[in-house]
Each structure stands twice: as structure tokens, then as C-alpha cells.
């Protein structure tokens, strides 16, 4: 689910912030700039996770330094076919919406969900028909899902002129993932846990 | 802006949380030298460290050990499991040999039935189970 990606940035460290350690300057300059961010095709950036290299400073305009910096991120960019858990936020006729703690927007495409699923219109849920036996995927239930694909969206500023026509192109997130619920064991995580594991826990 | 590697190498969920924790305790104790004023750092980290700690936190990573995980590594090692499947394991910790099989790629042509069993004992033994009320709200 998480990886590490090596970056190299140049870093400006103002004034205020030569009475701390070089180090832990950099590190609240890092993170201030990329910290919940998502980077095209990288993924969303957690933190850092530490730094490799750091060049001399250069005095800028401000009296600042500027230095050359390479670091190496936490990021969350699942791959694909990895299992994931998330809960169900909300469910269309076109699918059911997953978040997790940190991440919006997973989705599981109506395509991607059990054979012999149903979309029950009034209630606004799925429902899973297996022999002859309903499973209902409420909102909030945990949902273990497959990641099938990826998309990235480039947030490039819209000229003034074109704003009120392609607002809506500006509301798709930068990164968002595809998943799917087809294969035994996948689906809310309820279903599938077995009754003696529970015995063997105690026991234990 | 420049990524050098964009795949460096591969996190578990374990080691995340175990540097976010560090990394908080590192704040919270340099705040506490400082005075709290330094103890906050930007809003963003601020939020996404929250955020997925809260996460792992329900997920198994959040009772695994690093002696755990190492001795699972080696007993697990007797199988010939792709590196991504290792990692969904640790991550996932599956319970039952349907989460099994959607962690191991066609398992049902790569292993025999007991080797499978023997594969989800192995998981049991090493791993500890993740925090109770994930099952008990699921």
C-alpha cells in the first residue's frame, strides 16, 4: 500500500528558521510542501521518511539559504491487484464509493462488484444475492476490495475565460484508484470471517 | 521537482506506523523543550499523519512486532509466494483461506489444498491477529 519514492527538490529555508538543526528545518520545509499532497503519477505523499543528500546552502534575496535536497517520501500508491480494506461511503446505481481514513476516492465500478449483485434504488444500496440469501453493503461496513487501476488527474489552473464551462473537469480528484469485488474473500470483511477463528482466539 | 526513483522500495504498513509514531513522539518531545508552540507542525502533516495512523491502527499492523514479522518471513520462506503476495500477507493477515486465496494469485494451480492450510497456519502462528473490534464493528 505504501512506498517509498526518492525525490530531489530545491529547498528555501528563511531566516527564522537557521535557530533549529539544518535537518529539522528541511524536514518541516519537506513536509509543509508535500505532506497529504498527490504528486502526478507518484501517488499521495504521507511524510518523509528520511533525507539522503543535502547540498550547501546558497544565500538567496532574503538572506535565506537555498539548498538542493534529496529525500525520499512515504507515499500511498497501491499497486495493482493489491487487497485493500476501506468502509463503504456511499453507494449509486453506477457503483459504491470506498474511503479510508486518508484516501476519498476508491471506487468499485457496478461492473466490478459479485455476479448477481443488485442495486436496491430506495435504500441506496447494494445487495449481494447468493444462494438465495441476501448480503447488504451498508455504508460505513468494511469492504476488502481489489485495486484494478489508477487515474491521474493533472490540476492545471483553468484560464479565466474557459472557468465557468469546465468547472466541472476541475472537481475530478488528482488521484483516485478502481477497484473491484469479484473473488471470494473479497467484499465486506463480515462475510468472510470464519466462526472456529474466533474459538482459536480465545483459546489463545 | 525532480523524482529520482518513483518506486524506491516497498513500505509495510507496520513500518509506516512505527515512523509515524516515532515521528510524533520526536515532535511532541522536541515541543515539550521548546515550549508547545513548536510542538504543531504544518496543518497538512498534521492531518495525513492523523489520518493514517488512525488507519493502521485498525488494521493488523497495529499488534505486529518486527520479531513477528521476521520469523514469519523465514518460516513462510519454505514457499515459493511472490514478494507482493509476502507483503499483502504481513499486511493483510488473512484469516481464512478465501482472504488466502485472494492474496495468492491462482493458488488453487500453485499449491495443493494442505499446502494452503499449511500456509494460513503459518500466518496464524507468526502473525497476531489485528485489533478486535475491526471484527466485532465489521
Known amino acids: ?204 | 521537482m525532480k523524482v529520482l526513483n518513483p518506486r524506491a522500495a516497498f513500505l509495510s504498513d507496520y513500518e509506516v506506523l512505527k515512523h509515524l509514531t516515532e515521528t510524533k513522539n520526536r515532535y511532541i518531545a522536541f515541543g515539550q523543550s521548546q515550549g508547545t508552540a513548536h510542538a504543531m507542525k504544518s496543518s497538512n502533516l498534521e492531518t495525513i499523519m492523523k489520518e493514517v495512523k488512525d488507519y493502521l491502527q485498525t488494521t493488523p499492523a497495529a499488534t505486529q512486532s518486527e520479531e513477528a514479522i521476521s520469523n514469519f518471513m523465514q518460516e513462510i520462506s519454505a514457499f515459493a509466494l511472490e514478494k507482493a503476495e509476502l507483503l499483502m500477507m504481513v499486511n493483510c493477515r488473512p484469516s481464512s483461506i478465501a482472504e488466502l486465496d485472494c492474496i495468492v494469485e491462482e493458488m488453487d494451480q500453485r499449491f495443493s489444498e494442505e499446502e494452503s492450510a499449511e500456509m494460513l497456519r503459518v500466518v496464524k502462528r507468526n502473525l497476531p491477529p489485528g485489533p478486535k473490534e475491526v471484527l466485532g464493528s465489521g
Not at chain 1, 447494494?126 to 487501476?149: A, H, S
Not at chain 1, 472456529?196 to 482466539?201: L, T, Y
Open chain 1, 1 to 204: 500500500m505504501f512506498i517509498l519514492t526518492t525525490f530531489t527538490d530545491l529547498l528555501h529555508l528563511p531566516p527564522p528558521t537557521f535557530t533549529h538543526p539544518t535537518a529539522t528545518a528541511l524536514e518541516d520545509q519537506i513536509n509543509a510542501k508535500y505532506a497529504n499532497k498527490v504528486v502526478h503519477n507518484i501517488g499521495l505523499c504521507i511524510s518523509l521518511f528520511d533525507l539522503s543528500k543535502v547540498s550547501e546552502g546558497m544565500i538567496g534575496q532574503d538572506g535565506g539559504a537555498h539548498a538542493n535536497v534529496e529525500f525520499r517520501m512515504i507515499v500511498f500508491r497501491p499497486f495493482k491487484g493489491e487487497v485493500l480494506t476501506g468502509r463503504i461511503s456511499s453507494a449509486t446505481a453506477a457503483g459504491v464509493k470506498v474511503r479510508t481514513d486518508f484516501f476519498d476516492e476508491v471506487f468499485v465500478p457496478a461492473g466490478g462488484l459479485f455476479d448477481g449483485c443488485l442495486f436496491d434504488g430506495k435504500e441506496q444500496v447494494w445487495i449481494w444475492r447468493n444462494d438465495d440469501q441476501d448480503f447488504y453493503m451498508d455504508k460505513n461496513e468494511l469492504i476488502r476490495f481489489r485495486v484494478e487501476g489508477e487515474v491521474f488527474v493533472d490540476q492545471l489552473p483553468v484560464p479565466p475565460h474557459l472557468k465557468g464551462e469546465e468547472s466541472s473537469l476541475h472537481k475530478k480528484p488528482p488521484y483516485a484508484i478502481t477497484a473491484s469485488c469479484q473473488q471470494a474473500g473479497l467484499g465486506l470483511v463480515s462475510w468472510w470471517v470464519e466462526e472456529d477463528e474466533e474459538d482459536e482466539e480465545g483459546a489463545e
